[in-house]
């Protein structure tokens, strides 16, 4: 009896614990920045050898060769950046495996793949993504960010 009662607890925290990453994953996390300071150089995001980034917002994705659904991932986000062109590059998809670039890994705390940042047009993180992005939330998201702004 006392056996099953274990076993039943562990069932019912895995269960939780499940819920609770399913519930995280693909969560858009706003950064908080500075409007003096954000578009620094420091802040801004660079990383040698990849893609020119986006005049006004760039979706940058970190993906490993081993990630199953990082090549879904890629297609949503190439598809949606494709949605918001303009034909002057503002908003660009952005791929980046980090397979063999831990140093990108370790420099921007990536803990999973994919992660998926968005950049405004100063190359500064506006908004991080861990596991498959909810396409809907970040439509809204790039609409808000592309909104003409208000005087």
Known sequence: METLTVLLGLVALATVLGLVWRA????????????STAASEENRISIPGAAPFGSRVTLLQFSTEACAICPTVRTQLSA??????DGTGSVVHVDVDVTSRPEIANQFNLLQSPTTFILDGNGVLQARIGGAPKINDLRAELGRMLAPALV
Do not use: N, Y
């Open 24 to 35: 995280r994953t693909g969560r858009i996390k706003h950064t908080r920045t500075d409007d």
């Open 80 to 85: 949606l950046a494709d949605e918001f062109h």
